[in-house]
């Protein structure tokens, strides 16, 4: 039985597409045209460069590799509910610069309009056989065509398989979020923030450095303030030795000498020897006395050092006459009671040696 409806490649197609396959070059067929052969269903002729009698041409929806035959093209057009009011009995090809490349007829079929009380969407596909494949581009634009149902629905299951082995490797993952620091011992890099935790806060929340200051700010107002101030003494005290302390003080040897413990207490008068001795007062008043043998019969000043200096000064010093001649044989007189060394003077002439007491009292 011979073929009552088929399609067939034009001549200048057939030229076109051996000249690409030799070339290795690409045919690329674009357009769809469909036609009504002016009331008469027309016989396809290689020889025809346009169709019968044309009543619309528009992109392809989709242009792909028949899966069930690797030598045959499949090409489909979406012709919308509002595009119609005509009979479709012939099917034309287009290549990007307007050649006819294939010609096919089909069975009659009416394409309503909605101002007519009835509309379609009417998908047209026509299967073209060829020698290659390879030589045909089999790429359409998008954002001209129509998708069919068919394409939508396999288009869906594709996506889906897809996400959902996406979603299954995601949960399989140990670490899915490699962009981000992980939830155990994290590392944060740039200005990581956290919310402010109340002041009163005594918990594991995470402290930020608004809270720190806040702390700082209330320890200092609250307690800080209440200390004792800096004393300027303790101040310039701090690194000085002993003697740069004693010194600063303006204490004396007396000081380091612990003058007033231990051995310097309050002596027993018996048993003092010549020499120096000193002892303190419960007042805090330090006496220094010792006797003194002058062999000097001459009448002159004599300088009578103490043991050690006087921390702020002596206020009293007597000498008194203790030898062999009965009475005061003579009294110092006293112009510079300073720490260390006092200046006296005698008026008398002592008769032989005589051994002099002497007393000082200071603080």
Known sequence: MTAKFFAILTSQGAALLANATALGTKLNITQMAVGDGNGTLPTPDAMQTKLVNQKRIAPLNMLSVDANNTSQIIAEQVIPENEGGFWIREIGLYDDNGVLIAVANCPETYKPQLQEGSGRTQTIRMVLIVSSTAAVTLKIDPSVVLATRQYVDNAFIEVKAYADNLLKQHIAASNPHTQYAPIASPVFTGTPKAPTAAQASNDTQLANTAFVQAAIAALVSGELAKKQPLDKTLTELSGKN????????????????????????????????????????????????????????????????????????????????????????????????????????????????????IIAVGH
């Open 242 to 357: 002993v003697a740069a302390i004693l010194e600063y003080l303006g204490l004396g040897t007396a000081a380091a000498k612990n003058v007033g413990t231990g051995v310097n207490q309050i002596p027993d008068m018996s048993a003092f020897t010549s020499g120096a001795n000193w002892f303190m007062l419960p007042g805090g008043f330090i006496v220094q006395f010792f006797t003194a043998l002058m062999a000097d019969t001459s009448a002159a000043t004599k300088v009578v050092s103490f043991p050690f200096a006087f921390p702020n000064g002596a206020i009293s010093v007597v000498a008194t006459h203790n030898g062999s001649q009965p009475g005061i044989a003579g009294i110092f007189g006293i112009n510079n009671l300073s720490k260390t060394t006092f200046q006296s003077y005698t008026s008398v002439t002592p008769q032989g040696s005589i051994g002099a007491f």
